[in-house]
């Protein structure tokens, strides 16, 4: 089986970010699986990486899980906006 790729971004492309980051990320994602997103959080440079884990989703995150996606983005990045 081929090693999985991103096909678009590589943690190469984009090291350092100016800003917060979080990966909003289902266990079940194939389009981005889950070893990518860890990969690039461990690498990333920026000032807070956070990767927020969706247990029971995969690739569409506010359709399978649109309670909890909502309840992540006010328990993370709301309180940045502050």
Do not use: C
């Not at 266990?27 to 699986?33: R, S, V």
């Not at 990486?49 to 649109?66: K, N, T």
Request: proline fraction near 13%.
């Amino acid at each position: 089986m081929p090693e999985p790729s991103l096909n678009v971004l590589s943690p190469t492309q984009i090291p350092r970010l100016e800003v917060p980051v979080f990966f909003f990320t289902g266990k079940h994602d194939w389009n981005t699986p889950y070893p990518l997103v860890e990969e690039w959080a461990e690498v990333l440079e920026a000032p807070s990486v956070e990767i927020v884990w969706f247990e029971d989703s995969a690739h569409m995150i506010p359709m399978e899980s649109p309670a909890s996606f909502q309840q992540a983005l006010i328990d993370k990045v709301l309180p940045l906006t502050r």
